[in-house]
């Protein structure tokens, strides 16, 4: 059974820096994208960054401004999103997706429905 477990969050300053992370384990596939998601308070679900299978793709959403890094370590299975010059409108559950396939690509997905295994988020809250 796959399992997508998130790390990491907690509360941090404006301007600082945090690392989460993302592990996925129980499933026998070596190919599968990630991505990371976001859900403020109030509002819907919105992707945040995706990385490909070969970790030469990787995209972001514009707001960030460069903020945000994704990275992966495939002897772990561990996925991390490295935050920074955080601010308050960072504020949100952050959720990690993972698309197992059995099919190589380097694609990336920005999409909710373009993901089959869902974290239960980890929370980060940005505040003075």
């Known amino acids: 059974q796959v399992q997508v477990v998130e790390s990491g969050g907690g509360l941090v300053q404006p301007g600082g820096s945090l690392k989460i992370a993302c592990e996925i384990s129980?499933?026998?596939?070596?190919?599968?994208?990630m991505g990371w998601f976001r859900q403020a308070p109030g509002k819907g679900r919105e992707a945040v960054s995706s990385?490909?299978?070969?970790?030469?793709?990787?995209w972001y959403t514009n707001v960030l401004f460069g903020r945000f890094t994704v990275s992966r370590d495939h002897a772990k299975n561990t996925v991390y999103l490295q935050m920074n010059n955080l601010k308050i409108e960072d504020t949100a559950v952050y959720f990690c997706?993972?698309?197992?396939?059995?099919?190589?690509?380097?694609?990336?997905?920005?999409?909710?429905?373009?993901?089959?295994?869902w974290g239960q988020g980890t929370r980060v809250t940005v505040s003075s």
């Open positions: 997706a993972a698309r197992v396939s059995s099919i190589p690509s380097n694609a990336v997905y920005r999409e909710r429905r373009d993901y089959n295994y």
């Open positions: 990385i490909g299978n070969s970790d030469m793709s990787t």
């Open positions: 129980g499933f026998s596939s070596q190919y599968y994208a």
